[in-house]
């Protein structure tokens, strides 16, 4: 797996001196769906989407990437919704990957099977949503999810690194390691998790009701992960899950952007939160609506917050504010997302 240590470090030593310097860029590529998982504002029945304009045109995302890149960023994930949905979605990635990204999707796999050779050499790693080891995944997301998932899997594995994100539900809290397990067995590059938050409404029948019975789960991740299963979170993560103190730097290391053009400040969770609205960088250059005084000072109110447990706002935090504590795990993930199966 290819990342760019040079950019990296430069972004990292400007936000050590004071320049928030985005290191990650995640953008929403769409907010269309076609899965009805429960807890998620995307859910195809919700058409989240029919709320907002016209998303970006190919152009536009691309011309989107190039001044992420030139910001700082590394590291480009493509989320939505679902991103397979986008038509263009193969000529954007492949320009990220021309640029220098280091590329990286994440999909409920319903199309990957039939759209893995044409987005699969220009991703880094694939992510796969899956939630339960076995059927009860459909029930939950959606007619046929499951399978599809799986067959895109084994397709997707010939031209990238694959893993599986799993959310962390009180339904499924007693199956991860049966999810660890079909990791193994798919002969993918690991497995991440997190647990369903509470920064929206739609959380609220998902949400852990037996605190013990989540305690014993990640404790039982942190055993599989010290006997060498391919679990990609740090232990520190875990530990946090289990109350150990964090601080959020994640407005200032990433930069989200929704399918129409808009910077989610400091992230989606806050403003679903909290409220704060997005900053439009149509016709405008993102470097100066990054730098502006508005988004600057949303930035500072939100430093050190910790509302959520999401692994994409935890893991880069950890490893900037205490390096030593994580980077022998980051090291171990970046093995096995490096290894080509």
């Given at each position: 797996?290819?990342?760019?240590?040079?950019?990296?470090?430069?972004?990292?030593?400007?936000?050590k001196l004071?320049?928030?310097?985005?290191?990650?860029?995640?953008?929403?590529?769409?907010f269309?769906?076609?899965?009805?998982?429960?807890?998620?504002?995307?859910?195809?029945?919700?058409?989240?989407?029919?709320?907002?304009?016209?998303?970006?045109?190919?152009n536009?995302?691309?011309?989107?990437?190039?001044?992420?890149?030139?910001?700082?960023?590394?590291v480009?994930?493509?989320?939505?919704?679902e991103?397979?949905?986008?038509?263009?979605?193969?000529?954007?990635?492949k320009?990220?990957?021309?640029?220098?990204?280091?590329?990286?999707l994440?999909?409920?796999?319903l199309?990957?099977?039939?759209?893995?050779?044409?987005?699969?050499?220009?991703?880094?790693?694939?992510?796969?949503?899956?939630?339960?080891?076995?059927?009860?995944?459909?029930?939950?997301r959606?007619?046929?999810?499951?399978?599809?998932?799986?067959?895109?899997?084994?397709?997707?594995?010939?031209?990238?690194?694959?893993?599986?994100?799993?959310?962390?539900?009180?339904?499924?809290?007693?199956?991860?390691k049966r999810?660890?397990?079909?990791?193994?067995?798919?002969?993918?590059?690991?497995?991440?998790?997190?647990?369903?938050?509470?920064?929206?409404?739609?959380?609220?029948?998902?949400?852990?009701?037996?605190?013990?019975?989540?305690?014993?789960?990640?404790?039982?991740?942190?055993?599989?992960?010290?006997?060498?299963?391919?679990?990609?979170?740090?232990q520190?993560?875990?530990?946090?899950?289990?109350?150990?103190?964090?601080?959020?730097?994640?407005?200032?290391?990433?930069?989200?952007?929704?399918?129409?053009?808009?910077?989610?400040?400091?992230?989606?969770?806050?403003?679903?939160?909290?409220?704060?609205?997005?900053?439009?960088?149509?016709?405008?250059?993102?470097?100066?609506?990054?730098?502006?005084?508005?988004?600057?000072?949303?930035?500072?109110?939100?430093?050190?917050?910790?509302?959520?447990?999401?692994?994409?706002?935890?893991?880069?935090?950890?490893?900037?504010?205490?390096?030593?504590?994580?980077?022998?795990?980051?090291?171990?993930?970046?093995?096995?997302?490096?290894?080509?199966?």
């Amino acid at each position: 797996m290819k990342v760019d240590f040079v950019k990296y470090m430069s972004a990292s030593f400007k936000n050590k001196l004071g320049i928030d310097t985005p290191i990650i860029w995640n953008h929403k590529i769409t907010f269309r769906c076609q899965a009805l998982c429960g807890f998620c504002p995307f859910n195809a029945k919700r058409g989240l989407w029919k709320k907002y304009g016209e998303e970006l045109k190919t152009n536009e995302v691309i011309d989107m990437a190039d001044q992420m890149y030139e910001l700082g960023c590394s590291v480009s994930s493509f989320e939505g919704g679902e991103p397979l949905l986008r038509v263009d979605l193969p000529e954007i990635l492949k320009h990220c990957k021309e640029i220098g990204f280091n590329v990286h999707l994440v999909t409920n796999g319903l199309l990957l099977k039939s759209k893995a050779h044409l987005i699969g050499s220009h991703c880094d790693v694939i992510t796969v949503s899956i939630d339960y080891p076995d059927e009860r995944h459909s029930k939950e997301r959606g007619p046929r999810i499951f399978e599809s998932a799986l067959e895109g899997i084994k397709e997707a594995k010939k031209y990238a690194s694959v893993t599986i994100n799993t959310v962390i539900t009180k339904g499924n809290v007693k199956d991860l390691k049966r999810l660890v397990e079909l990791t193994e067995n798919l002969d993918i590059n690991g497995i991440s998790f997190e647990p369903v938050d509470n920064v929206n409404n739609f959380y609220g029948p998902f949400k852990h009701d037996n605190r013990q019975r989540f305690v014993d789960a990640i404790e039982e991740l942190i055993q599989l992960k010290k006997e060498g299963m391919p679990i990609l979170n740090s232990q520190k993560y875990f530990n946090v899950l289990l109350g150990d103190k964090w601080k959020c730097s994640s407005p200032k290391l990433m930069i989200h952007t929704d399918p129409y053009g808009n910077i989610i400040l400091p992230c989606g969770n806050w403003k679903n939160k909290f409220g704060f609205k997005n900053l439009s960088t149509r016709n405008k250059r993102i470097e100066d609506v990054w730098f502006s005084e508005e988004a600057t000072t949303t930035r500072t109110m939100a430093k050190g917050c910790t509302s959520c447990f999401m692994s994409c706002n935890v893991e880069p935090s950890l490893l900037y504010n205490n390096p030593s504590n994580v980077i022998f795990d980051n090291l171990k993930s970046y093995q096995l997302l490096g290894r080509r199966k």
